[in-house]
């Protein structure tokens, strides 16, 4: 296959600082995307951005703390501005947290829901209208296998990915005439920064890498026949599901 298959489109990556959305963000680069990288961190950003651009890519920062209700917006209209449309967005920042739900606040509750859940909702929302008229959208939703499993001390987590797999098989239902395909990719245990925060128990050289997620999304990406894969779920043979 072609390493440019992508080229000429526009792809907005959220989280694409580090972990999963780095390595997507990598990925899609270098087989011809334009990437628009946005993440809370303008350091990470500017890393991710140098990195592309070190191996011929196009990518852009857009600093953005998907907290803010109005920051999807914002987002949006900045990309569609800068690159002249959107053609795919892989929502992948997300927030985690483990604690007993005896000690989970209401403000740890809402902080979750609002970065895991209400942003991709509302990036969906922005992005749709362009990516209906790029006649090729594409939306990837980064998951978890905690969106269909339960796991102890991960009450809040688990809900705002149950969330996010819910409004996932909606939207891809509501937009199936435009055009865009949607698609939900549910890792279990990745190794990234957020893993080991999450579960400091687990053996990192059995986790799944963040490049092996970016093959998964780049491979929905690039399927344009009628046989579509609504939900990708990812862990090594063998494991469990969080390993």
């Given at each position: 296959m072609s390493k440019q298959v992508l080229t000429g489109r526009i792809a907005l990556v959220t989280g694409g600082g580090r972990g999963i959305g780095?390595?997507?963000?990598?990925a899609l680069a270098e087989h011809g995307a334009r990437v628009a990288l946005a993440a809370r961190s303008a350091a990470e950003l500017e890393s991710a951005r140098a990195e592309i651009a070190g191996k011929g890519g196009d990518a852009r920062a857009f600093p953005a703390d998907?907290?803010?209700?109005?920051?999807?917006?914002r987002l949006v209209g900045s990309v569609v501005q800068a690159f002249g449309g959107l053609d795919i967005l892989v929502n992948n920042a997300g927030a985690a947290l483990a604690r007993p739900i005896s000690?989970?606040?209401?403000?740890?509750w809402d902080r979750l829901m609002a970065v895991n859940a209400r942003a991709p909702f509302l990036l969906c929302r922005e992005?749709?209208?362009?990516?209906?008229?790029?006649?090729r959208g594409r939306i990837v939703n980064i998951s978890s296998v905690v969106g269909y499993k339960g796991y102890v001390n991960q009450a809040a987590y688990a809900a705002s990915?149950?969330?996010?797999a819910g409004f996932t098989k909606v939207l891809a239902q509501e937009v199936m005439g435009s055009g865009i395909r949607v698609h939900l990719v549910s890792p279990g245990g990745v190794d990234t920064e957020m893993a080991s925060a999450m579960r400091p128990d687990l053996d990192r050289p059995g986790l799944t890498t963040t490049a092996e997620v970016a093959d998964i999304v780049f491979f929905l990406l690039c399927q344009e026949g009628n046989a579509v894969i609504d939900e990708v779920n990812i862990r090594r043979p063998g494991k469990s599901p969080w390993i």
């Open positions: 780095r390595a997507v963000a990598l998907l907290a803010d209700p109005d920051a999807p917006r000690s989970t606040t209401a403000e740890d992005a749709v209208p362009h990516l209906a008229s790029s006649g990915k149950h969330a996010l």
